[in-house]
């Protein structure tokens, strides 16, 4: 059976626990494409393979960041190559997710220090995320219970670029960090009593971190956060939503494996930034599977999946026809 990070009250504590077990995950439809011993080898955790591609990540960044400073006063060019930077930043997204549930490195400090400051980056809370994240694998596309589903799906053409553009997800992230400082995050499922004052401190931690940056920028009268991080960053976004509103969005609103969740083909360059995450279907039958062993795990259960789109463009022209279905069905 997979396991992923959740907490359960009963267990007084976090815990791996099993996927769901009171609802049975384990037999969901796609989940025996994989026989128990193949599933134990693919499942198996290296730090070495994650530290190896942690690295190739921030040298992506590096170079980037290097390249935005080269372009000098060539203002097209250097737009164009921030743009590249920021890709790369916010898809420090997908190392955070992989370390909320704890599979890219064999070492559990590393999964939480790793996915905390890849977060930060990016404005997300792990410590959050990671409770927020492990009840929309319970409860994937499930329209009552799945946190990700709180942000409705878009169904007009401008719900669709308001999305792409970005800008209700910093606004939403802003306020999300805010509540989780104040501690005003009671009353959701996914958050216990007893682990509000550990999300609480880690999003004070990361405030303080951002108070830090702003304080030595404007003690140094220096733009090159904003320049190299925050900047590259929302102009960036707009991609990164691309890319993630294709996960689920158009897919069935079940508990089926095989066609609640769409994988997306996508350049090497890419799925690399990614993490492999493009396999989403993958991670969503099998959890516990690492980054690098997604490949096999597609491999095996590629004929059986209801989503699985050639490119990026692709599978928004099955949204946007979702959509129009949608619009054109009777009330």
């Not at 960036?236 to 095989?258: I, K, V, Y």
């Not at 597609?298 to 946007?320: P, W």
């Amino acid at each position: 059976m997979t396991t992923i990070q959740i907490d359960a009250e009963t267990k007084g504590g976090d815990a791996d626990v099993q996927a769901d077990p009171a609802m049975g995950t384990s037999v969901l439809p796609g989940r025996d494409a994989l026989d128990r011993q193949t599933l134990q080898d693919l499942s198996r955790k290296s730090d070495r393979a994650g530290l190896l591609h942690l690295a190739g990540h921030l040298l992506v960044i590096a170079a980037s960041a290097g390249a935005v400073y080269a372009t000098g006063d060539a203002l097209w060019l250097k737009v164009q190559v921030m743009v590249f930077l920021g890709f790369a930043i916010d898809t420090l997204f997908a190392p955070m997710h992989e370390c909320v549930h704890g599979t890219p490195f064999a070492s559990r400090r590393l999964n939480r220090i790793v996915g905390w400051l890849t977060g930060a980056a990016i404005g997300w809370n792990a410590t959050y995320y990671r409770r927020f994240h492990a009840w929309h694998h319970r409860y994937t596309q499930d329209p009552d219970n799945d946190p990700e589903l709180m942000t409705p799906k878009p169904r007009t053409t401008w719900d669709y670029v308001m999305r792409l553009s970005g800008l209700p997800y910093y606004r939403d992230q802003m306020k999300i960090l805010l509540r989780c400082a104040f501690g005003a995050i009671g009353g959701q499922p996914f958050i216990p009593a007893r682990g509000i004052g550990e999300i609480q401190r880690s999003a004070l931690l990361q405030l303080s971190l951002y108070g830090a940056v702003a304080a030595a920028s404007v003690y140094y009268e220096s733009w090159i956060a904003v320049t190299y991080w925050l900047l590259p960053m929302v102009m960036a976004q707009p991609f990164m939503r691309f890319m993630l509103l294709a996960e689920h969005t158009g897919c069935s609103e079940d508990r089926n494996g095989l066609t609640n969740t769409r994988t997306t083909y996508c350049t090497r360059p890419a799925r690399f930034l990614m993490w492999n995450m493009p396999f989403h279907a993958e991670h969503h039958l099998y959890p516990s599977v690492p980054f690098h062993a997604l490949p096999k795990v597609h491999e095996a259960v590629k004929s059986r999946l209801a989503h699985i789109s050639a490119d990026y463009k692709a599978a928004h022209e099955e949204i946007r026809e979702d959509m129009k279905s949608a619009r054109n069905a009777p009330a």
